[in-house]
């Protein structure tokens, strides 16, 4: 429901001498402007807070240009992704310059979902355990040898014990 700007006045005004108590607010603005629309609750509490945040009754929405989201970015990483569906996120934010969350942003726009996936291989297993064991054994060293240790996925390494 829209106001006039002398209805908002009104409205505040009215706010003002109810101590911006809605519900005594309601029934007093009723009871002097019964001709008028009725504002709710929600409209005593945010006009108020409203004109105190913009100065202003009427907010309006900034038109921010989306710069990293443009049509031109968005086509070049659906160009990667149709020109090798196998890409990751990651090989294409290396090639791009855009961030990892615009690049998934614009893929899900685009209603394309990234899977996830790892390749395993037989020894797998066995390294995993080695780590495993590996780890434990620090940790009888050093109680607080896992408090010193940075995990992270920031680097890539391939299924070929290459880190790049």
Sequence with gaps: MKFSNS???????????????????IAMYAGIYSERNQPCRLIFERLC?????????????????KTTTSEEN???????????P????RQILRG??????SVLRMLHNEKYH?????????SDYG???????????????????SQKVLFTDEATCTNRGKLI
């Design 7 to 25: 209805e908002k006045v009104d409205i505040l005004l009215v706010s003002g001498e109810c101590r911006r108590n809605a519900t005594r607010a």
């Design 49 to 65: 807070t409203s004109l105190r945040k913009s100065g202003s009754f009427d907010v309006t929405k900034r038109n921010v240009t």
């Design 74 to 84: 968005t086509i070049a990483v659906l160009a990667a992704v149709t020109e090798n």
């Design 86 to 89: 196998h890409i990751s996120t």
């Design 96 to 101: 791009s310059g855009i961030s990892k969350t």
């Design 114 to 122: 990234p899977l996830l996936h790892q390749e395993l291989h037989g």
């Design 127 to 145: 390294n995993r355990v080695r780590f495993c064991q590996w780890f434990l054994h620090e940790m009888y060293i050093d109680d607080l040898f």
